[in-house]
């Protein structure tokens, strides 16, 4: 097909696309590119669905007789200069869609003079709907009326809703087109919508397995029959939760994800060197070539007495582990064995593990810890391993990636399900709230990635025991302080406990500024003619050799030159 001169980019031409685009977001509706489609070649972007792509521009009709309708792009909309709060607000309210009454940034057919609004996908409505999830087929009813939605249980909503006569159904327009069938990334079955509770297994209380919040079995819910699966409509739709795949070419029964899983336990990350065989006759690989290290890794099961990390996991080294004889590298055999290539329940997409860096200038943060809550913190900023999708910019940590969505953990008695909803929860643990945590359906418990993946045991610098994690008080005094900062504790937060001692503190206070840091280890740069070593911080807090500010942490220094430079100036 001949390129295309679109309005939204006209610098180039969209060049037609036969196949899916994955992962790639239509400009026009939003929604993933699936099937034919245009793109921009040379800016490797502005997809957009076929039918999206040559939507007329102009159009006549019937909810607006008066004037035509303009097509623009709600992207681009507003200028980008700021302007004051209410006049923002009243930009949004202008802009809201006649039909579904919300405010989204896809295409939208506007009428300036009047001040009407119709998303395309709401003014293109055919005089009937065939809605798979129903018998007979659904009527749009052109006036504005309050009426509850039968399938999503909104009460008291004022619209145009689609009506089905025989029945006595009313519901949003939006609804009647959510898809008869679909999957989401955290089941292995397709769910399919249903809006009779008759269909569902007996059960004392239902909760959606996405946002662990409770479902009303009376309305429409996605539902899985083979492994009584439910999930809200909302939720089953959401991005997050949602997986790319054409369930037009998916048969029933047929699991997407089994040869992606046999991909993933063949694709081993290192290379055996040695073998020595066990007592019970095992091989054991005493000697590997490594992806994410230059030199040869060797078996050990020694204990190491500085508190090392494992460059993996940046956690504390415990036997058995690989070392380098010529460097500070350390890794769990666990560690060793993680494969290249998995899924995880918080992602839609195949996730490539990546290594520590070999001058250990890549760090991120988790996108399970900081998940909608402190992207920044420092105590997040990881330099180990990462579990990564490229196309969405998404990494895991060790720790995150190993936990899945069904978590059993020794702080509460009841399982607890991973929950992702559209409003913060509080984390039981430490208070802090998130979007994303763990729930119990049992009672109100919940949990963060950042608490459920804290060690059980920890070291403190030179104290000679060990810290536990405790979970309760640990005793009646009402009087609860950390005995490293000497600040006052909140006794329903976790904590670390040295029980010889009878030593509590916070667990930031154990496992310091950076726990998800290693330190330490020499590497090359052209700045400096050493090696230079990374430290959490310096003393005295010289200047830094590039941009002359004070040194106060993330800093590589060499010693015998009394050179320092910031992590982020290199």
Not at 60 to 75: A, K, S, Y
Not at 299 to 321: M, W
Not at 480 to 509: F, Q, V
């Amino acid at each position: 097909m001949e390129p295309l001169q679109h309005f939204c980019h006209p610098e180039h031409p969209l060049v037609f696309n036969q196949d899916d685009r994955r992962g790639c977001l239509c400009r026009g509706c939003w929604e993933s590119v699936l099937g034919p489609s245009y793109s921009c070649t040379k800016c490797n972007g502005c997809f957009h669905h076929k039918s999206c792509a040559e939507l007329p521009l102009g159009l006549h009709h019937p909810l607006h007789p008066l004037h035509p309708l303009i097509l623009f792009d709600e992207n681009t909309d507003y200028p980008e200069e700021e302007e004051e709060e209410e006049e923002e607000e009243e930009e949004k309210e202008k802009s809201k869609c006649e039909v579904c009454k919300e405010s989204r940034y896809e295409y939208t057919y506007r009428c300036y003079r009047c001040d009407f609004n119709l998303h395309v996908r709401c003014g293109s409505l055919a005089p009937t709907l065939e809605a798979e999830f129903h018998d007979h087929p659904l009527t749009p009813f052109w006036n504005l009326i309050t009426f509850t939605c039968n399938l999503c249980g909104i009460k008291e909503d004022k619209g145009m809703p689609y009506l089905c006569n025989p029945c006595g159904l009313s519901i949003h327009r939006k609804c009647a087109y959510f898809p008869p069938r679909l999957k989401v990334v955290r089941h292995k079955h397709p769910l399919h919508i249903t809006h009779s509770s008759l269909e569902l297994h007996e059960s004392d209380s239902r909760f959606c397995l996405l946002c662990v919040q409770k479902v009303d079995t009376r309305y429409g819910l996605y539902y899985c029959s083979k492994c009584d699966f439910i999930a809200h409509l909302n939720c089953a739709m959401n991005r997050r939760n949602r997986e790319d795949i054409n369930l037009l070419e998916l048969k029933d029964g047929e699991n997407e994800d089994a040869e992606l899983d046999q991909f993933v336990e063949s694709a081993a990350a290192y290379k055996v060197k040695k073998i020595k065989v066990g007592e019970d006759g095992t091989e054991i690989a005493t000697e590997i070539e490594h992806f994410s290290h230059k030199h040869d890794l060797k078996l050990t099961d020694e204990e190491v007495h500085n508190n090392e990390k494992c460059d993996g996991c940046v956690r504390a080294i415990s036997p058995p582990f690989y070392s380098c004889a010529k460097c500070s590298f350390f890794l769990h055999k666990s560690c060793a064995n993680l494969p290249m290539k998995k899924r995880h329940p918080l992602h839609q997409h195949p996730l490539t593990l990546l290594p520590k860096a070999p001058n250990n200038r890549r760090m991120f943060w988790c996108s399970a810890c900081s998940f909608l809550g402190y992207p920044g913190s420092p105590d997040l900023l990881c330099n180990g391993f990462s579990y990564n999708c490229k196309t969405c910019n998404f990494d895991l940590d060790v720790q995150c990636s190993l936990t899945l969505d069904i978590l059993t953990h020794k702080g509460h008695q009841h399982r607890l399900i991973l929950s992702y909803t559209g409003f913060s929860q509080s984390c039981s643990s430490c208070g802090d709230r998130r979007n994303l945590v763990f729930r119990c359906t049992t009672c109100e418990f919940a949990l963060d990635f950042k608490c459920a993946t804290l060690p059980q045991t920890s070291m403190y610098k030179q104290h000679e025991h060990p810290f536990t994690l405790n979970y309760t008080a640990e005793d009646d005094s009402g009087e609860y302080y950390c005995d490293i900062c000497e600040e006052e504790r909140n006794p329903n937060h976790w904590y670390y406990y040295c029980k010889d001692c009878t030593y509590p503190a916070h667990p930031k206070c154990i496992l310091g500024k950076y726990p998800n840091m290693k330190f330490g280890g020499a590497y090359t740069f052209d700045c400096h003619q050493h090696p230079l070593t990374f430290i959490e911080e310096p003393k005295d807090c010289p200047p830094c050799h590039k941009c002359s500010d004070p040194c106060k942490e993330l800093i590589y220094q060499c010693a015998l030159c009394n050179f320092y430079i910031h992590y982020y100036c290199l």
